[in-house]
């Protein structure tokens, strides 16, 4: 028998091998740990893969009667509520389960047809009980289980996908505006109202649903006015605070906001709209922001009604298909080439552009419609408006980040991916991108917009002397009500919006310039984006020399005539009556803007409001930026860009905390066994 002549370890040696163990096993945890953290973990990715794809019921109501327009708002703020709700039950499924098709028609998909029958039913009903009820809406309660093979990817574990981006380079120019014609506006106005510094953020959507928290699913930058929430009334709008350069601009302009997919625990992690609807990562704050009034290459523009609402683009494109899309992506230097389903990847020293074009015609009536779209529209391709459209100023928003290309070879894990917040089955998808905008500007202020565009100027709303505004709503004592832009005094100047596009039909309101002068960001204007979509047309009413007597609204003040002769591409407003129910039914506070999506006083009990979003990572000085806080709480003017409170950060990072104390006792014994030899 041979003898075992192998030396056993020492115990000083055993010790050096233990403390190298404990410094590479501690050092692998934290880099195992913070690695996951960053890139979003296999967890979410096992929940991703699978959609709730739904027929959209408010696309098809061209009709609500005025006395059923609040109802039918929130029964399909209810209806956005029942998918999220069947969303985050498929996303909690196993990935068995969700293969499994016996399961989620019995536990998802059918208890979600039931309660949208029964959903569907109470707008049929609604409508009815006013007008005539409407057919067929029954047939659009189904939906349909899309199941995908592979997870996606995203922080959340629903996207985005590395399909959705592509190279600018690759993209052929494709930008085209239409020819000036001999009548056309060729001026400009802008309103510069910064980059959302006072972090103003919800997830509610005033326009489609007012009244309803969390009716977007997801968190929007607001500019300009500072009291947008579901609650705020069109008096509240009036007497706000206002984030832009000239305070005669309170108009309300606001985005989804974009993420980076990097790890960062923001405080609506957990919160609706935020993390529980799959919107995760580090909301990043605008390098610019640009506010640009355009006039129309076929007319002089009208001014836009007060309260004018317009939203471009279609925050459900990916399911509902492009008919309504809007989006625009493209990277500065090259915004002669526009993405409409892609995120750009854009060369090192561009920066990412979105660019939103809003209607630039208007029907002469309306500030609002059933399904908030027909009372706008987009000019033809000449720059004319549809007929019985007037055009007005066409808003062109431009929002500029300062965001690297992301890594796609490796999932963005080494430069992390970027996206748009949506609802939860919309999958971060590009195209679904899409603005809002209130008409809240000054009559004045609204009036020198118009005449600026008409003529051929390229004014700033920021160095314009401001205009002492009308007791009541700052709206030139144009009743403004909110009302439905004809007649509620709404144009007096308001300019409500220029925002759609190159629609601007707007009766000979001449709004054109919404943006009063605000200055958009050291002119950037656009960036040329947006060709030349303000047409709207041939309606000219131009100078139609708003009458002095303006007449607004229907005999409301008579004798206004504000802007004597000013041109304002005949701002004399609409004499037929607009529908008076886009506003919540609840009355809200006055004395006080609410801000970040804060119900006033009376509405605490009947609904939660938004929770705050974010703490600042980047500035020490910074206060939070609240979600669903006092006003007083909401004047920080740090970025936006927070990350979780230590708390989150904590249950996240455990392990690699404790690799850190595995790595540390694994240096002290090492030290310890050097000294001894």
């Known amino acids: 028998m041979t003898r075992n002549t192998r030396r056993r370890p020492t115990g000083p040696r055993r010790a050096t ?62 209806l956005d509520g029942q998918i999220a709700e069947a969303y985050q039950q498929l996303q909690a499924a196993t990935q068995e389960q ?86 056309a506006s060729t001026g400009t106005f802008t309103t510069s109202c910064g980059v959302n510094e006072n972090g103003l953020f919800n997830s509610d959507n005033i326009i489609v649903a007012p009244g309803v928290t969390n009716a977007a699913h997801h968190f929007h930058d607001y500019i300009g006015n500072q009291a947008n929430d579901a609650f705020a009334s069109d008096e509240d709008l009036a007497n706000a605070d206002t984030s832009c350069e000239n305070q005669g601009d309170k108009s309300t302009y606001y985005w989804p906001v974009l993420r980076l997919q990097n790890g960062t625990q923001e405080k609506d992690a957990n919160s609706p709209g935020g993390g529980i609807e799959g919107n995760a990562g580090e909301i990043i704050t605008a390098k610019e922001v640009t506010l640009t009034f355009q006039g129309s290459p076929q007319s002089d523009v009208t001014a836009m009604p007060r309260l004018l609402r317009i939203i471009t683009g279609d925050a459900k494109a990916f399911v509902n298909g492009p008919a309504n899309a809007n989006a625009s992506w493209s990277c500065t230097g090259f915004e002669d080439r526009q993405l409409k389903d892609k995120y750009p990847l854009c060369p090192q020293g561009s920066d990412v552009v979105r660019t939103f074009k809003f209607q630039s015609c208007w029907d002469g009536r309306n500030i609002d419609s059933a399904n908030h779209r027909t009372h706008v529209a987009f000019a033809a391709a000449d720059g004319s408006c549809p007929g019985g459209f007037k055009a007005i100023p066409q808003l062109v928003q431009r929002i500029v980040y300062d965001v690297d290309a992301p890594s796609l070879d490796d999932g963005g894990q080494t430069t992390p991916l970027f996206a748009v917040d949506s609802f939860p089955e919309q999958l971060h998808k590009p195209v679904t991108d899409h603005g809002d905008f209130i008409n809240v500007f000054d009559e004045a202020l609204m009036n020198e917009m118009v005449k600026c565009i008409n003529e051929g100027r390229q004014c700033d709303a920021g160095a314009l002397p401001e205009q002492p505004q009308q007791p009541g709503d700052g709206n030139g004592g144009n009743d403004d009500g909110g009302q439905n832009g004809g007649d509620e005094g709404n144009n007096g100047g308001n300019d409500n919006g220029g925002q759609d596009g190159g629609q601007n039909n707007d009766g000979g309101q001449d709004g054109g310039g919404q943006d009063g002068g605000q200055n958009n960001d050291g002119g950037q204007n656009d960036g040329g984006q947006d060709g030349g979509q303000n047409n709207d047309g041939g309606q000219n009413d131009g100078g139609q020399n708003n009458d002095g007597g303006q007449n607004n609204g229907g005999g409301q003040d008579g004798g206004q005539n504000n802007d004597g002769g000013q041109n304002n591409g005949g701002q004399t407003e609409p004499t037929t009556e607009a529908p008076a129910d886009d506003q919540p039914t609840d009355d809200a506070t006055v004395d006080q803007p609410k801000i970040g999506g804060t119900p006033s006083a009376t509405r605490d009990a009947e609904e939660t409001p938004a929770e705050e979003v974010g703490e600042p990572t980047a500035s020490p000085t910074q206060s939070q930026a609240p979600v669903g806080a006092d006003q007083s709480q909401n004047n920080n003017t740090g970025t936006q860009t927070v990350g979780g409170s230590l708390a989150d950060t904590g249950a996240k990072l455990w392990p690699a905390a404790a690799g850190a104390v595995l790595v540390l006792c694994g240096i002290v014994l090492l030290r310890q066994m050097r000294r001894r030899a």
């Open 17 to 78: 091998f233990a403390a190298f163990a404990l410094i590479l096993g501690g050092g692998g945890l934290m880099a195992t740990n913070i690695y996951a953290s960053a890139t979003g973990g296999g967890e979410a990715a096992q929940k991703a893969g699978a959609t709730i794809d739904c027929p959209d019921v408010g696309a098809e109501l061209t009709q609500v009667p005025d006395e059923s327009r609040a109802e039918v708002d929130k029964e399909l703020a209810a």
């Open 98 to 183: 969700k293969q499994d098709s016996g399961f989620t028609d019995s536990s998802i998909m059918k208890p979600l047809e039931e309660k949208r029958v029964a959903t569907i039913e109470n707008i049929a009903v609604a409508i009815g009980n006013a007008g005539e009820r409407p057919d067929g809406l029954e047939a659009l309660a189904g939906c349909e289980l899309t199941v995908q093979e592979q997870p996606q990817a995203g922080q959340a574990g629903n996207g985005p996908v590395a399909e959705d981006f592509v190279d600018i380079n690759s993209v052929e120019p494709n930008v085209q505006e239409p020819p000036a014609g001999q009548n």
